[in-house]
């Protein structure tokens, strides 16, 4: 009951800070050396057709110039997903979907955000050699975006995860604890690249289907609560434990690759009420900025790539 009680408090005024978010343009981690030459990368697509919560322009602006910064060309996105579009793109990343259908309170059950023909068409494109970075936050949108999870066969539960300590940042993952796990994308390149700790800020958890690689793994002091409206937690609000659940997760599929996350403030640098800060700009997520380069690295890497 005691962990129900202190997110009953918790949630309500982290949603409230959350509502009054701003991406921090002043913050710019080093980059000693660039992936490409200035504007000579891959292109990388950032979905704002599905009513985003983060875009190009919005939350997802620091990201985006992290990429630009190393060489990536990076621009918002704002047309459905088809064939023909996505040939135009090299990486696409979709940050937080929203359905039309669901622009009101985010009552379950939440809708996809993605046609029949748009999940189609983005696996064949992975399928054929295209990198998809999918990022879905605490409900509704791991709801708007389970469809397109599961043709990769990524399930998620469509709640809040977090750790019984209702502390700021709620969660942390590190080698240490073995909550981080040790791969290509937590190695990096070398010593530089290394990521021993990363800091999250909420967010959902998912399972992993065979084959894809766990990243950052829940460990038994997180649970799901999973409320019926987003925001909204009662005494008896349906909580599910997370230990083995995974938060970051990377997948080959066929001559391309995907890369899961479910959290979406870790990956860029907002600012919330002008003062309080929210990603990698925050003290505790000093290798974030890190995460991100390597994960972006990782999808751009193929079998029969650079």
Request: net charge negative; with cysteine.
């Amino acid at each position: 009951m005691k962990k129900f009680l202190l997110a009953a408090v918790f949630l309500p005024a982290f949603a409230l800070l959350y509502a009054q978010q701003a991406p921090d343009l002043d913050y710019q981690p080093l980059i000693t050396s660039p992936q490409y030459p200035e504007g000579s990368g891959p292109v990388v697509f950032i979905d704002g057709a599905h009513n985003n919560f983060h875009t190009y322009a919005g939350g997802f602006r620091p990201f985006a110039q992290l990429l630009e910064r190393d060489g990536y060309r990076v621009q918002g996105s704002e047309k459905a997903f088809t064939p023909a579009l996505l040939d135009q793109c090299d990486l696409l990343v979709i940050a937080n979907p929203v359905s039309d259908d669901d622009l009101g309170g985010w009552i379950k059950p939440n809708p996809p955000a993605f046609s029949r023909a748009e999940v189609k068409a983005v696996r064949r494109w992975v399928k054929s050699g295209g990198s998809l970075l999918l990022i879905a936050d605490h409900m509704p949108f791991p709801g708007a975006a389970s469809n397109l999870a599961e043709a990769f066969g990524f399930r998620f539960s469509n709640g809040f995860a977090m750790a019984e300590k209702q502390e700021f940042p709620p969660s942390r993952f590190d080698r240490a604890s073995g909550t981080l796990r040790e791969n290509t994308i937590t190695n990096g390149a070398g010593t530089a690249e290394r990521i021993d700790h990363i800091a999250s800020f909420t967010g959902s958890a998912f399972r992993i289907p065979k084959g894809a690689v766990p990243i950052l793994t829940f460990g038994s002091d997180h649970h799901s609560l999973e409320p019926d409206t987003a925001w909204r937690f009662q005494p008896d609000t349906p909580s599910v434990p997370l230990a083995g659940w995974q938060q970051g997760a990377y997948l080959e599929y066929g001559k391309g690759r995907i890369v899961v996350y479910g959290e979406a403030a870790m990956l860029t640098a907002q600012v919330v009420q002008e003062r309080f800060k929210v990603g990698f700009n925050h003290p505790q997520a000093d290798q974030n900025a890190q995460l991100v380069l390597n994960t972006i690295h990782w999808l751009d890497t193929k079998e029969n790539g650079r």
